[in-house]
């Protein structure tokens, strides 16, 4: 056994843009200190192809504000902004690498005044990331979507390289498919990214205490329909990460329900990623998994088709080797069966 320090997801920390940045970084970003197994070598897990879709890195500058703002680093810089090194202790193959630009353009996180551009340098550092290793490294630009003009930070990242994807987090945009000036932006987007044939990962949930079947509802009819096919991954399950919770039940009830009825708007993939919903070890304000909760999980993964569910692991929160071990045991999921990505 070893003991691991462990920063915690960034879906907490950009979830929460009603909360002062101050607590959000104290309460979310305090070090997890726990007992793990050291980490399995890929090999060992056969997870010599393993494609992780959900990765995380920081430009020096966004860990330099970080640290800072005395946010709890807890592992060496490099973990976080070189991506020689994260590739060296993932244990995936190759990796969607996310943006968290996002970060400059919520009032509650940043207030300065050259958030909009801070957001772009951060995209071009992913791009960077992603030019070193093309190879292994997708980047997934971020937008806000209540920013002026995603549309075009989209298209100047794209002229940059072309096989990127987008991540949109509702929760740091404040998303609220009830708005229809927020499904207007939102379909904008998604049509723009459906006829360049780009993926897009949305953090759905908006935080909002009522979000979740409504909302998915919305986002099919009244956002999805009539747009071109689009690859669409729903985060942490449809929901925020933390655990499995009841939002993510309401989303993935939801998706099944229409299914079952033949309810969902032709041509688009939707993928669920796994990431940040499974944790086997005690954080602060984050219980492991019950007996219960994977007895739940278990079922669920009996009652989708494997082939919308996909591998993420929210790194830095774990690398990809730690969290296809939790996977594996104890929720028993068995990793080929998933939806299989591979580097495009
Ligand atoms: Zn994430």
Redesign the pocket.
Known sequence: MQVSKRLV???FLLSAKSVGITSVLLILLCPLISCTPEAPNSHRLGMEKLHDC?V?ALSPELLQIWRNRGVPISRPSSHYTDIDTILSILGAQSIDL?SVGYFFTSPGMYSGADGRERLSAENDFILRCSARRPERVRPFVAIDLLMEDPVGEIERCRRINPKLGVKIHAGVSRLFLSEPEHRYRLRTVLDQAAQANTPVLLHFDNQDPNFGRRDFSLLLDSVLVDLPPLELRL?HLGSRGGRFSPQNLEVLNAFLDRQRRGKIPEGHQFLFDF?AVAFQENAEDIPPLTPQDVTLLNEYFQAVDPDILIFGS?YPLYTSAEYARILMNPLGIDLNALHQLTQK
């Open positions: 997801s960034f879906s959900h995380h996310i985060a990431s929210d």
